[in-house]
């Protein structure tokens, strides 16, 4: 397991508000340049702890900060220079596992958003872990949901998903744009589309289902049996759960436009070997999403306008339990798999198994187009607070919903 440190390395930040960023768009791309880095030790100091009931009915009980301190639920991991975030392990739980669910202090409107993501919740039946961005300002789902990874139970592949209100279909097409070349991109992706409307009920699709876009079991480019006369062995791309983890994670990369949403994974290594990309992009300070590759999934279209969808969106990191979705598919194979009939009496009664469920997220950046970091901002922003123990005083900043 990973220890974080907590009682002398926990920074409790008393964070002020400050001015939504908002990308300015322009004819010709400028280069993206560093506006705010939430990374390592910047982290706490730009989340609070969502401590009210859950929203997705999950079998989980979000912790404040003074809780998820003593339960040592998050803290620093300094070899690694990244942040923990995890649940209880070591008791059972008839009232819902312990877990935290952190949302970002600042919300933003268009640009790049890179997440070194070294670890994340295993593909254990019952989880339903999440990174994702939400609307700050409206009544979910009018400001738009992006989730960027997630996934429930023993899940193997990520599913990018959006969430809105009516009036909004994305187009299954790899052939570029007018309005896509204008914001220099490519309309290519490499996942499947599963899902395209993104409206939360869509009269043919599911409630909630979105429109969604599943990661490809493949890099691409690589040779598939399936589809190459090739013998060579198809590289495969872990892009969730206990295999993610094996393979050493890796960054997710989003990219907000106008038109136009798009997600990258960048895995940290390919064939035991670093990839070179993803060490450039951990240091760089002007990333090109024109080099990342094809994207796993790209949500353009005629039929949304992403631009009136989508506004002010924060960052989310959580684990839940069981809920609206990984209960609702306890039966496909977790019910066999664990000989428990019922999620809630799996979760409340194992915490061994969720010994690898948390998050290590070590570089989490924002970019926009032309738009430097406001260091005098920054500073006022908030203040590190040392030495925070069991019963000390201070708070990141606590939010019930």
């Given amino acids: 397991m990973r220890t974080p440190t907590l009682s002398t390395a926990l920074a409790a930040v008393f964070a002020v508000s400050g001015t939504l960023s908002t990308a300015h768009d322009a004819p010709a791309p400028a280069p993206y340049t560093l506006t705010d880095d939430l990374s390592y030790e910047n982290f706490f100091a730009n989340f609070e702890l969502f401590s009210g009931p859950d929203p997705t009915k999950g079998f989980v009980s979000y912790q404040n900060l003074t809780a998820a301190i003593d339960q040592q639920l998050i803290g620093y991991l300094d070899d690694t220079q990244s942040v923990y975030m995890g649940v209880d392990f070591a008791n059972k739980t008839p009232g819902g596992r312990p877990s935290v669910r952190l949302e970002s202090t600042k919300s933003w409107n268009h640009g790049l958003l890179l997440a070194d993501i070294k670890h994340m919740p295993d593909s254990t039946c019952g989880t339903w872990p999440a990174f994702w961005l939400l609307g700050a300002k409206d009544e979910w789902p009018q400001g738009g949901e992006i989730d960027v990874l997630e996934g429930v139970n023993d899940y193997e592949n990520n599913a990018v998903t959006l969430h809105t209100g009516a009036d909004c279909v994305v187009d299954n097409s790899t052939m570029g744009s007018a309005q896509a070349s204008a914001d220099g991109v490519d309309a290519g992706f490499s996942g499947f589309l599963v ?39 198809p590289s495969s791309l872990a892009t969730y759960g206990t295999a993610f983890n094996a393979a050493g994670g890796g960054i997710y990369a989003l990219e907000w436009l106008p038109t136009s949403i798009i997600v990258w994974f960048i895995p940290s290594s390919s064939s035991s070997t670093t990839n070179p990309l993803y060490t450039s992009l951990l240091t760089t300070s002007s990333p090109d999403p024109s080099t990342f590759g094809v994207p796993i999934a790209r949500f353009q279209g005629h039929g949304c306008d992403m631009a009136a969808k989508f506004r002010d969106l924060k960052i989310v990191f959580d684990t839940t339990f069981c809920g609206e979705w990984a209960g609702q598919e306890w039966d496909k194979s977790c019910k066999a798999k664990t000989g428990v009939s019922t999620c809630e009496a799996y979760v409340r009664e194992n915490p061994e198994v969720f010994e690898s469920a948390f998050w290590e997220v070590g570089a989490l950046k924002w970019f926009q187009r032309g738009r430097g970091r406001d260091r005098d901002r920054e500073r006022e922003r908030g203040r590190r607070v040392r030495g925070l123990r069991r019963g000390g005083g201070g708070r990141i900043g606590e939010g019930s919903g």
């Fill in 195 to 233: 899902t395209d409307d993104c409206d939360v009920n869509a009269a043919d699709q599911s409630k909630n289902k979105g429109c969604s876009i599943a990661a490809p079991a493949h890099a691409p480019g690589s040779s598939n049996s399936s589809t190459s006369s090739s013998s060579s062995t």
